[in-house]
């Protein structure tokens, strides 16, 4: 009887998703309990929000129709229209409405997955990690500055070297749109074309508020047409941002210093440098940038971005800002909030480009190889003296007794160490230590098998007793 034919499902990901196989997993793991670490160093305690959110929740007059198009939304049980978070700023909101018994201000971190129907580019995925760290319930600009710094220690934690944590104030830039004479309902709009500087360049940016543009897809960007005189003080401004950090707030106040807000933003951001210069923050991590707007319409003071100098193309990798009115939209009162926000999964990216990484492939340290399977109690024993040592380690489980293919199993899954004991070695109460990372090291210099054979701390016999003692001196933390 011929069999049943049955279709198979192509093994593919959804466009914008992918999966980590263990070497990206385990650096991945390792820098999440790096970033952890710094937070709970300086006081931020761990929370988790759901997943899932009721529409409404996620769907505030802050987004505009591009935001809309970026969440996954779908009608649920109960005919309750639902979405997954965009992001962890929203849901923190509506976990502290929804908590009044929680002291202020509450210092929070959460590390969870968010999804946005974003176009995939270079570390950019519809689904990834964010490391959030908040402080809500306080004006004071000292939360400002310990957001900044712990910014700065989370990635000179995580061994990178060239990046900057540029920071301006949303109050400035709301004065500027006062001091050009635009009418305020179009400032969301000037300030969505002033984001565009980095990316696009000054004269993208000039064409954008004025007539419009044609991209290099030959695409038509229309315009905002604002009056001439009005991108002139502008482009004045952006004189200014362009000067050195130490004359920049000066002439943006000769400019901008009678506008009550934007003085207010000016002054903010000094108070903001003078604790990051008490706190002892190197100051080449940091600086003003009066360009930087951050996106999203809730942001209401000083906002952060953060660059890595030798891969500008990835974007910001950590930012956030102020937010004073986003509880509001939960409570009859106002709730003061600043917080930031890292993509793990775009810095992770970058730091493999960058080979900053020295990704592992495994987890065990040690491979318990199994020559002569009537020993096997024995062989286990060994595993567990190991183990009980806190030693990673775990004992060849497959089917075949041949060494040669255990050892190429170790090789394969990237295990330092093999532990190598046959009848003869148990009688003498010896066992034999290859040093696997040695031994390919060597193969990549040498092909030949003799000279390979007498390296060094390749392979070495000792007595059983000295095992666990040994390898302690040789296995890395």
Known sequence: ?????????????LKGFRDYPPVEQIARQKMLAKVREVYEERGFLPYQTASLEFAETLLGSHYNEDSLA???????????????RYEFTLSLARFVAGNPELPLPFRGYQIGNVWRVDKPGPGRYREFTQCDIDIVGTDNLLADAEIIATMVAVLEHLGVERFKVRFSNRKILNGLIEFAGIPAERGPDVMRVVDKLEKQGREAVIMELGPGRVDQS??????????????AHIERFLDIAGEAESDMLEKAELILGRIDVSRDGINELRTIQSHLESM????????VDLTIVRGLGYYTGPVFETTLMDLPEYGSVYSGGRYDNLVDRFLNRSISAVGTSMGIDRLLAALIELKALDLQK????????????????????????L???????EIY??????LTKQ????????????VIAGSDEFEAGKITVKNLAAGRLKAKSTTDRAEWLKAEDIQKTIDRNDLVDYLKNHVKD
Request: proline content about 6%.
């Open 362 to 385: 495994s987890t065990a340290q040690v491979l318990v190889t199994v020559m002569d399977r009537e020993r096997l109690t024995e062989y286990l024993s060994i595993l567990s003296e």
């Open 280 to 287: 002892s923050v190197d100051s080449s991590r940091i600086g």
């Open 218 to 231: 030959g695409d038509k960007i229309p315009g905002l047409n604002i009056e001439p005189s009005q991108i």
């Open 387 to 393: 183990r009980e040592a806190g030693i990673p380690a």
């Open 407 to 418: 050892i190429k199993y170790g090789d394969k899954v990237g295990i330092p160490f093999a």
């Open 70 to 84: 970026e969440l996954f939304g779908f009608n649920g049980p109960d005919d309750v229209d639902m979405a997954l």
């Open 1 to 13: 009887m011929a069999k049943k034919k049955t279709n198979k499902v192509k093994p593919q990901l």
């Open 397 to 402: 489980s497959g089917d075949t007794k041949n």
